[in-house]
């Protein structure tokens, strides 16, 4: 019998992580097999109990269920706890251990991926909802001079602001109250991209940063990249590299094996 594990979601059919996990699976020799589950909007428990149940050893936990993975996991990891989102689960005995891969996986991107250092830096992350949530305390845990949360509504970044203040240097506001202010990493969580749509960004942001990251991907790079580029950012990215490194965090949680990713990134950007 091989191990099982699922990426549960809605809408799921779009995702990646069958094919990484099968790459990850083929490079280390592991004896598992991987598959997308559609949770209904109202029956993301039931799904969880019903793998579990099957015999499953873990799973990925996406969009819109992060929230409701982390109630129902019964011990979680710092990462997660501080977060207050669960995208890993693993099932050990009678437990549901819920981890939080994704600010581990920008990072990593970022620092070894892409060369960049996190430490001293000042970093301006645009939106205030879940994705942001799952970064922030792993970048601050790199020790960036500062950190500010931009969002179109001022209020929700105060109070991401305010659950995360005693790791780090932090500000807030809205996205134009950083007018002529001058970042080094640009990172966007918002969904804006999604819709092929910008953020509400001062005109001048881009202007001495060196590197612009974008959460989300797509074939061609997205407008808030294309807008960096023609400002003069050194370095532009998009998700694909996060995608890969999250899932390469989980995979190692699973089975205590850390997988090459430069190939399936590689591999990744070549189907998109």
């Known amino acids: 019998m091989l191990d099982s594990y699922a990426v ?12 990484i996990h099968a790459a990850f699976a083929q490079q280390t020799n592991q004896s598992m ?18 793998f579990r149940r099957e015999g499953g050893r873990g799973l990925n936990i996406t969009v819109p269920f992060k929230m409701e993975a982390y109630r129902l996991s019964t011990h979680l990891t710092e990462r997660a706890e501080i977060a ?8 050990e005995d009678n437990e549901i251990l819920g981890d939080n891969t994704d600010g581990a ?6 620092i070894e991926n892409l060369g960049i250092a996190i430490e001293g830096k000042r970093i301006l992350l645009l939106g205030a909802g879940g994705a942001a949530r799952g970064v922030i305390f792993p970048l601050l845990q790199k020790k960036p001079s500062q950190l500010v ?4 509504t001022p209020q929700k970044a105060q109070t991401l602001q305010e659950s995360f203040n005693s790791h780090g240097n932090m500000d807030s506001g809205n ?7 001058k970042f080094d990493i640009i990172i966007n969580a918002t969904s804006a991209s999604l819709y092929d749509e910008l953020p509400s960004l001062p005109s001048d942001i881009f202007t001495q940063a060196i590197l612009a ?3 989300m991907y797509s074939r061609e790079p997205t407008r808030f990249l294309k807008l960096a580029q023609h400002q003069g950012t050194q370095q532009i990215a998009d998700g ?10 989980s995979f190692y949680l699973w089975r205590g094996i850390k997988p090459n990713t430069k190939p399936v990134i590689t591999m990744i950007k070549s189907l998109i």
């Open 175 to 181: 996205f134009m109250r950083f007018a002529g202010e």
């Open 105 to 110: 996986g920008l990072v990593r991107d970022i």
């Open 213 to 215: 990251y974008d959460m």
């Open 240 to 249: 694909i590299g996060m995608l890969v490194e999250q899932a390469a965090e």
């Open 8 to 19: 549960v979601g809605n809408p799921i059919s779009h995702s990646k992580s069958p094919l």
């Open 33 to 50: 097999q991987y598959t997308a589950l559609l949770a209904p909007m109202d029956g993301f428990q039931a799904i969880v109990e019903n």
């Open 84 to 91: 207050q989102a669960v995208n890993t689960i693993k099932f």
């Open 149 to 152: 949360i931009a969002n179109r």
